[in-house]
T-cell receptor
Framework: KQEVTQIPAALSVPEGENLVLNCSFT??????LQWFRQDPGKGLTSLLLIQSSQREQTSGRLNASLDKSSGRSTLYIAASQPGDSATYLC?????????FGKGTRLSVIA | EAQVTQNPRYLITVTGKKLTVTCSQN?????MSWYRQDPGLGLRQIYYSMNVEVTDKGDVPEGYKVSRKEKRNFPLILESPSPNQTSLYFCASSLWRKGDTQYFGPGTRLTVL
């Protein structure tokens, strides 16, 4: 059964710092991996989708990489801002329903 | 505007009183699904639908029903709600099940007393 783990569970950084969030999964037979952002009490906003055949995707200050063989993905946030404070979730789609990690709660301090 | 809508956004009810949470998408998506989010357990899929009249169980289907009579709508039905169904519920849709971005609704916070 697919399991998705996100480390760290929480992270606090000063504004302007570059940071990396980690996601690992146990079954490498996936179709894609998606990173989401969730603000408190709100829905999920899709940030980046990486297909299984891709190595990385970029959107603005965000860059996500995928190493399917080792079961790992990272989300790199450049020049962090207080508005980046949220919980970041990764989700893996394979032959089972979409499986989510429990998220990393990010706080960017001004 | 492309979106997934859910209603109601907040609901407090009592044990055993049947309720329906509606979900609608305006993107002509084939695939729709329901999730619940609980502290410490994360997001878990309840049911999903590949197309009209095609539904299947996710990880935690017990106590829930769904139907897909129209492509745009995917209601979640709790025939006899219990307190352990108190949760935050999300509906999501995508063009296809595999390989496409999932779009999420704003969530429905349900409390069952």
């Amino acid at each position: 059964k697919q399991e998705v783990t996100q480390i760290p569970a929480a992270l606090s950084v000063p504004e302007g710092e570059n940071l990396v969030l980690n996601c690992s999964f146990t079954d490498s037979a996936i179709y894609n991996l998606q990173w989401f952002r969730q603000d408190p009490g709100k829905g999920l906003t899709s940030l980046l989708l990486i297909q299984s055949s891709q190595r990385e995707q970029t959107s603005g200050r965000l860059n996500a990489s995928l190493d399917k063989s080792s079961g790992r993905s990272t989300l790199y946030i450049a020049a962090s801002q207080p508005g980046d404070s949220a919980t970041y979730l990764c989700a893996v789609l394979g032959n089972t329903p979409l499986v989510f990690g429990k998220g990393t709660r990010l706080s960017v301090i001004a | 505007e492309a979106q997934v809508t859910q209603n109601p956004r907040y609901l407090i009810t009592v044990t055993g009183k049947k309720l329906t949470v509606t979900c609608s998408q305006n993107m002509n998506h084939e695939y729709m699904s329901w999730y619940r989010q609980d502290p410490g357990l994360g997001l878990r899929q309840i049911y999903y639908s590949m197309n009209v009249e095609v539904t299947d169980k996710g990880d935690v289907p017990e106590g829930y029903k769904v139907s897909r009579k129209e492509k745009r709508n995917f209601p979640l039905i709790l025939e006899s709600p219990s307190p352990n169904q108190t949760s935050l519920y999300f509906c999501a849709s995508s063009l296809w099940r595999k390989g496409d971005t999932q779009y999420f609704g704003p969530g429905t916070r349900l409390t069952v007393l």
